[in-house]
């Protein structure tokens, strides 16, 4: 059984909410144990049905399972920080973002937001699994363009790690100290009717 | 009572996700009723909870009511095609992204990334609650940057009309024929193990 701590202990919400939304958070203590094929398929089935500016979908993701010839290629993207606690994670995922409209070539000024839509329902699935899915941008991105032969279409958005919870006495010291979910600035603090001028 | 179709109906979904997640879609027939103040609040207090790098939260929410002085600078940013439907919405948002790290001022790689995470929390609240979240890149990036004083240190990210469900045969006949919710790629095609090239 998990031993980390249920966000909706600790997190203060001022307005009704979905329970999903507020249980998410980004753990770091992992198992190491592997999930099953059926399990990643519900993880990226979810990321399926994000919305996108003209049903673009521009979402791809290249990913590794840990003790596979493909894990060494992805585990070595990441910052030393998160490798620390990846060597636990079932799976990395690099999410991938095509740059233009699939229809003229153009631009998508939105490309990495509708990605960063995809990975936040890969992360609610994943919360309703009882799995951990943390993303990270602390790893090299040109590298993982390069390493993982990346078409020039295509921009590195972000990664993932996904695993079964562990032990948070199992982390280094620096690591376990963080291992509460987070807190947010108050709503009012981030919205404003009108122009931003007038704040 | 809305007559929108439920995508529970017609969606093929091919592995087990949250039914929230399935039926969260982008409908543009809007009844033109206001939404509460609560209603409006509860929408961001989802967005509040999602995920970011370093817990950043770089979302920033500019919003107008219908009715209101602050309305027409909003709904003059949206093109020809998004208008025609919008002015029915009881909201509209324009999401700003925080370029830079608060901590040293150095550039953020997921902030848009991560505000799309946020918006898919708040589409995710609004479909829970019977409202119309529909996201849009269909509208003058640059006009909105001048016109909402947007400061040099945040992009402008995306739009988002808000609203009440309305009737689907009050929607220009272009608009009505679109009115039913989208499909996917299989997620076989959008995901990858191990390098692109490989594919």
Known sequence: MSKLPD???????DHAIEPLIYRRWSPRALSGEPI????????????????????EQEWRFLYAKRETPQWPAFFDLLMKDNQ??????????VILAHK???KNGKPNPVHLFDCGSAFENLALQGTAMGLVV???????????K??????????VAAMLAVGRPGDP???PDKLREMEVPSGRRPVKDSIHEGPYESA
Chains 1, 2 share one sequence.
């Open 7 to 13: 966000p909706a202990e600790s997190r203060q919400v």
């Open 36 to 55: 099953s094929e059926e399990e990643l398929l519900r993880l990226f089935e979810a990321a399926r049905w994000a919305p996108s500016t003209y049903n």
């Open 84 to 93: 620390t606690w990846c060597e636990n994670a079932a799976m990395l995922v």
């Open 100 to 102: 233009v409209f699939a």
């Open 134 to 144: 943390h993303g990270m941008a602390g790893f090299d991105f040109e590298r993982a």
């Open 146 to 155: 390069r390493e993982l032969k990346v078409p020039d279409d295509y921009d």
């Open 169 to 171: 006495e199992n982390l």
